[in-house]
T-cell receptor, first 120, second 115 residues
Framework: NAGVMQNPRHLVRRRGQEARLRCSPM?????VYWYRQLPEEGLKFMVY????????ESGMPKERFSAEFPKEGPSILRIQQVVRGDSAAYFC??????????????????FGEGSRLTVL | SQQGEEDPQALSIQEGENATMNCSYK?????LQWYRQNSGRGLVHLIL?????REKHSGRLRVTLDTSKKSSSLLITASRAADTASYFC???????????????FGKGTLLTVNP
């Protein structure tokens, strides 16, 4: 009964390098969400993906950031040409069904332990 | 205040005491959730309360919701040292077209329970 698995747990990059963060959802879950937590802040929504589809990327910066969730393998959040302001904890969450907040859907997301990116 | 803003920012109590944390929000919501985050770890979902509910219990947790005041409280009774963590409230948007995954988190309350 593995939960949401994220790797690496810690990543250090120099400015201008690329960062790749991986997320394997819980077994049976096909909906993945990425959130970012800046220091001393609450989590902020970035992107929602289903297998091979980006459903909502309204919270993701337009430049340098991209996300994918291929048919096989984990979801990947990619940050190109990292800057110091990208230093944060990046959390992935998953759900079995679309989280619609209806009476028949608890709206609960299952979060991973996060990947902490430090940009030097 | 921000959507989903908790207070106090930090709370220190003795084991066995009750801990109360509050959350205020600004816009209409579908539901409000509380999460716990141990230092350097991921978030653990504690409890969800819907906008048409006023109170909910789960073990030692009691959550209230007052939509007229746009506020919620989380009460942890008979606290234990293991309850030491940051506690976040998160609101699910109303009229979101199904986008309840867009939770809005506050900055959290850091609870320290001293043995």
């Amino acid at each position: 009964n593995a939960g949401v698995m994220q790797n690496p747990r810690h990543l250090v990059r120099r400015r201008g390098q690329e960062a790749r963060l991986r997320c394997s959802p819980m077994k049976g879950h096909s909906h993945v969400y990425w959130y970012r937590q800046l220091p001393e802040e609450g989590l902020k929504f970035m992107v929602y993906l289903q297998k091979e589809n980006i459903i909502d990327e309204s919270g993701m910066p337009k430049e340098r950031f991209s996300a994918e969730f291929p048919k096989e393998g984990p979801s990947i959040l990619r940050i190109q040409q990292v800057v110091r302001g990208d230093s944060a904890a990046y959390f992935c969450a998953s759900s079995r069904r679309a989280v619609a907040g209806t009476a028949t859907n608890t709206g609960e997301l299952f979060f991973g332990e996060g990947s902490r990116l430090t940009v030097l | 205040s921000q959507q989903g803003e908790e207070d106090p920012q930090a709370l220190s109590i003795q084991e066995g005491e009750n801990a109360t944390m509050n959350c205020s929000y600004k816009t209409s919501i579908n539901n409000l959730q509380w999460y716990r985050q141990n230092s350097g770890r991921g978030l653990v979902h504690l409890i969800l309360i819907r906008s048409n509910e006023r109170e909910k219990h789960s073990g030692r947790l009691r959550v209230t919701l007052d939509t007229s005041k746009k506020s919620s409280s989380l009460l942890i009774t008979a606290s234990r040292a293991a309850d030491t963590a940051s506690y976040f409230c998160a609101t699910g948007p109303l009229n979101s077209g199904g986008s309840n995954y867009k939770l809005t988190f506050g900055k959290g309350t850091l609870l320290t329970v001293n043995p």
